[in-house]
């Protein structure tokens, strides 16, 4: 379980401080994001330290895996209404063109998705895959790239390198396959890199072994990582930062450690309920309900399944403020 892992934060000491650092690599600012009439993302901002790891932690459909194809450009725009800012390294990545994505993609931000054996090409081998950033965006020789596929694959800890370069995906175990995605994504050496439930497709058994990896790998690099994650407690091992979505809207933000020591929002306060201790005596589930995402929905959108909810709490939308260390958006916080 998650309380096993002991996996270090890079920088305990220097937690990143609630509010948006001035050496932020990336500051997210009111991102609010619209699918037809309904309101996926709902004025949300946080922001990420250079070399720090920040974790979207929430239920399914929280609005986490939306924000990461936001910061890759992934959305099919114009099926989608954006609002708001995502400064990467002081651009404006809400109003990049094509043309800058092909220079950001794959290159300074990178990605891994959930399913390794769905996010690979079944019809091309593990060394074509990938040499293909290597030639195409470092601009290596097939004998260079190919020396570098090997010390990659041998940097996330696949033994016998060279030969897997021929292999297809099929032929590798999904735990390998995800050290595969994890060398491609890193293989430009990106700022940015987002994984995106990462583990989710494994055995339990490796699912801490990937994550160590894909920290250890960032940190070697200086880069900083946005994990997408449901479980709060690996959130708060692996991560800096927490930021803790429900229905697309920021319930609370700030140092991991904080957030899950004492957290402050009732929906918090039931994700660290839900997370199984050794020696706990039975797990706690959250009120069931889902998030409304019409767009026109006044209020907190965790309302409808909240113990503490006042009558405003329906009718009017906190405010995300700052205090006891995090940010913080509930009228009714846990005292
Ligand atoms: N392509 C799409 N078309 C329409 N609605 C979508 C699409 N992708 C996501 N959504 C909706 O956007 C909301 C947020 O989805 P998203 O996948 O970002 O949530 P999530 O927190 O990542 O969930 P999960 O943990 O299950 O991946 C959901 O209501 C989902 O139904």
Redesign the pocket.
């Known amino acids: 379980m998650a309380a096993a892992l002991a996996i270090p934060r890079s920088d305990p000491a220097g937690a990143t401080p609630a509010a948006a650092p001035a050496d932020a690599l990336l500051r997210v600012e009111n991102l609010s994001l619209t699918?037809?009439e309904?309101l996926?993302?709902d004025d949300v901002s946080f922001a990420l330290k250079r070399g720090a790891t920040l974790a979207?932690v929430?239920?399914?459909?929280?609005?986490?895996?939306?924000?990461?194809?936001a910061l890759i450009g992934l959305l099919?725009r114009p099926?989608v209404g954006l609002d708001g800012r995502m400064l990467f390294d002081g651009a404006d990545l809400a109003t990049s063109s094509e043309r800058d994505w092909l220079r950001l993609r794959g290159r300074r931000i990178s990605m891994i998705f959930?399913d390794a054996s769905s996010a690979l090409n079944p019809c091309f081998t593990v060394g074509a895959q990938l040499m293909t950033p290597l030639r195409r965006l470092l601009g290596l020789s097939k004998a260079q790239a190919r020396k570098r596929a090997v010390e990659l694959l041998e940097g996330v800890g696949l033994s016998d390198a060279e030969s897997r370069l021929d292999a297809y995906p099929h032929q590798l175990s999904g735990g390998m396959q995800q050290r595969v995605m994890i060398a491609i994504a890193l293989s430009t050496n990106p700022e940015l890199l987002l994984a995106?439930?990462p583990t989710?497709a494994l055995d339990v058994t490796i699912q801490a072994q990937i994550v160590r990896l894909i920290l250890d790998e960032t940190r070697k690099r200086g880069a900083s990582c946005i994990f997408?994650l449901?479980d709060l407690a690996l959130a708060s091992q692996a991560c800096d930062e927490i930021v803790v979505?429900y229905?697309?809207q920021v319930m609370e933000a700030g140092p991991a450690e904080t957030v899950l020591r004492e957290p402050l929002h009732p929906y918090t306060v039931g994700l660290k309920a839900c997370v199984l201790e050794i020696d706990t005596e039975e797990l706690e589930p959250l009120p069931s309900g889902s998030?409304s995402?019409a767009s026109k929905r006044p209020g907190c959108r965790f309302a409808p399944r909240c113990a503490s909810a006042l009558e405003k709490c329906a009718g009017e939308k906190p405010p995300l403020i700052e205090t006891r260390g995090r940010r913080l958006a509930c009228w009714n916080p846990v005292a």
């Open positions: 699918r037809g309904k996926i993302l979207l929430g239920e399914s459909g929280a609005g986490k895996s939306t924000i990461a194809l099919a099926q959930q995106d439930e989710s997408v449901h979505l229905g697309g998030p995402f």
